[in-house]
């Protein structure tokens, strides 16, 4: 029982934050390199129309 006391006693004076180490970099978040491919403006470059209702099409198909 000493032993929960303690470790109590313990983990009171600490305060733990387990939320520390969650935050995203700045750096990370303003990740910006030109030289990657642009999936969806190679998907809409051509014919939009078509290439959205291909979109709309794999979206439904998934759903089901």
Not at 12 to 32: G, S, V
Not at 36 to 47: A, I
Request: no cysteine.
């Amino acid at each position: 029982m000493e032993a929960f006391q303690m470790l109590k006693f313990y983990l009171k004076k600490e305060h733990p934050n387990f939320a520390q180490n969650w935050l995203t970099p700045e750096k990370h978040m303003m990740h910006d390199d030109p030289d990657e491919e642009d999936l969806l403006h190679r998907l809409l470059q051509d014919n939009f129309q078509d290439s959205l209702d291909r979109v709309i099409q794999s979206i439904n198909s998934h759903e089901d």
